[in-house]
């Protein structure tokens, strides 16, 4: 659809868009993006046909930018335009329809039915019908935003060059007019060039993106190829860290760490409140959080941790609603919490601090094996009769997402060996149990002080929760095994 050989040009004589080369494909989302004054604009002015290049050339669908009169240009292009004092004094309809000159005979100018069903198309697709006849200059910025783009879509143009197009939205609007343009551009075969300061949006939307820097093409490709981190931190002289939508492929970058933004604070056994209802533990401060807990399992940032106790014999419908429930009764706050659940007397818990170079580390585990169970056996059984291994790790240190992942790994063997020594075995295949069938594990970081960027036996991290959450273990299933005996 759109083809850029060589292409350059500038201001005065001065080069700003040097040597670009790149083309889109029809029904493409395109997106340009760089740092302020990296030539974007320049360039959608020469796509657009407003500056001419000094060198290279444009095709669009396979004919020279310069071989178009303005009037068959607008035919196939549409340029979302910036804010011009003139519309300011025309009702929203008449700005919308000004969409449409382009499809008006020169010697003859008529509107037509289909001039008044485009405009009108427009105006729906854009949510501004509404406001047909007010004037432009009554509307909110945002309203006023989506009166240009339905102006440039009463063209009904082949390509949408959009400048910032969510410039002036909140993110609910961010988000309709975006979907909006993205289901055109698969459902209409709509090509959309569009310059984006936000590099997350783009990468949620454009199909593929192109970085400019210093007037030339820095990266280019899908936004998962193109929104590399080191590439973006030389680009954009900035301390940007790209992590992952949660639910997306999409990268999604964000500012690393700003300095002075931290609260020096030590997780000690002064937090923690064991009752026979739940234990706690409450930080003044957010934690790096991995876990399986009912409530907030994976990774996350959370203040408030409760293990709670339920009857051997509990049941309900929605557990993960029920504990929401019971933290809110309790006067916490859910949204903060990572929840989890045991059917252990809450007496048998075993608390462990542990001192080390650099870094601490609090462990608490409550331990009963009325569900325990042979992962490797694979056998059928029932689930979820109480009966669980609930481990705790808090650690005084910065860790990795290596670290959160095989501090998991480290404490859940150190488990095992822990039954086994106890000769804890499965009902169901009589063969030694590695854990019970509802473990639950949470490991939680300050994100403060010593890095610490491995967990596995054979680094610092790891060997503390080793031995930690063994001697935890055993603890708990000691005095768990004691009351058995005397039940
Ligand atoms: N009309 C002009 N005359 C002379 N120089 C200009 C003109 N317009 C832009 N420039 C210069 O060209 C360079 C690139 O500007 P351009 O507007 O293309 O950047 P941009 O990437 O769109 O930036 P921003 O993100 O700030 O909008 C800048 O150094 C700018 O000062």
Redesign the pocket.
């Known amino acids: 659809m759109i083809r850029i050989h060589g292409l350059s040009g500038g201001?005065?004589g001065k080069e700003?868009v040097k040597d670009v080369q790149f083309s889109v494909r029809e029904g493409e989302f395109f997106g340009i993006l760089?740092p302020?004054?990296?030539?974007?604009?320049?360039l959608m002015k020469m796509l657009s046909g407003v500056l001419p290049s000094t060198g290279g050339e444009i095709l669009i669908k396979g004919k020279p930018v310069t071989a178009y009169s303005r009037k068959e240009l607008a035919k196939r292009m549409a340029v979302l335009p910036q804010l011009s004092a003139s519309a300011f004094d025309m009702t929203v309809r008449e700005a919308v329809s000004i969409g449409r000159y382009s499809h008006q005979t020169a010697w003859f100018p008529s509107w037509s039915e289909e001039d008044e069903q485009a405009v009108t198309l427009a105006m729906q697709d854009t949510g501004v019908e509404p406001y047909a006849e007010r004037q432009v200059q009554s509307l909110s910025g945002g309203e006023q935003q989506r009166v240009f783009l339905a102006q440039a879509l009463a063209q009904n143009p082949d390509i949408l060059l959009l400048d910032e197009p969510t410039n002036h939205l909140d993110i609910a609007f961010q988000q309709s007019l975006l979907s909006r343009l993205k289901s055109w551009t698969k459902d209409r075969g709509l090509t959309i060039v569009s310059i984006f300061?936000d590099l997350n949006m783009a990468s949620l939307y454009c199909d593929r993106v192109l970085l400019?820097n210093n007037g030339r093409i820095s990266e280019s490709g899908t936004p998962y190829e193109a929104l590399q981190e080191p590439v973006l931190k030389q680009v954009y002289s900035a301390d940007i860290k790209r992590h992952y939508h949660p639910s997306h492929q999409s990268p999604q970058v964000i500012l690393n760490s700003p300095p002075g933004l931290e609260n020096t604070i030590l997780i000690s056994e002064n937090m923690l409140s064991c009752e026979s209802t739940h234990i706690l533990l409450q930080s003044p401060v957010p934690l790096k959080t991995l876990s399986s807990a009912v409530v907030h399992a994976g990774f996350g940032w959370y203040t408030t941790f409760v293990n709670r106790h339920v009857d051997l014999n509990y049941h309900s419908e929605d557990v993960q609603m029920d504990l929401v429930r019971y933290i809110q009764a309790q006067g916490l706050d859910p949204n903060e919490t990572v929840g989890m659940m045991t059917a252990v007397k809450l007496a048998d818990v075993a608390v462990k601090t542990s001192y080390h170079e650099g870094f601490s580390i609090l462990t608490v585990v409550t331990a009963g094996t009325g569900n325990a169970a042979d992962a490797s056996a694979g056998a059928d059984r029932l689930s979820g009769s109480p009966g669980t291994i609930n481990t705790w790790i808090f650690v005084n240190g910065r860790l990795s997402d290596e670290a959160f992942i095989q501090a998991v790994i480290t404490a859940s063997e150190s488990k095992t060996r822990a039954l086994a020594d106890r000769g804890i075995t499965d009902p169901y295949t009589h063969t030694p149990a590695t854990g019970t069938t509802t473990d639950s594990i949470l490991i939680a970081a300050a994100q403060q002080g010593k890095s610490l960027q491995y967990a596995g036996p054979a680094a610092e991290l790891g060997q503390a929760i080793g031995k930690s959450v063994y001697d935890c273990t055993l603890q708990s299933l000691d005095r768990y095994l004691e009351r058995k005996r005397n039940d």
């Open positions: 201001y005065n700003i760089g302020n004054g990296s030539g974007k604009t320049t300061h400019m």
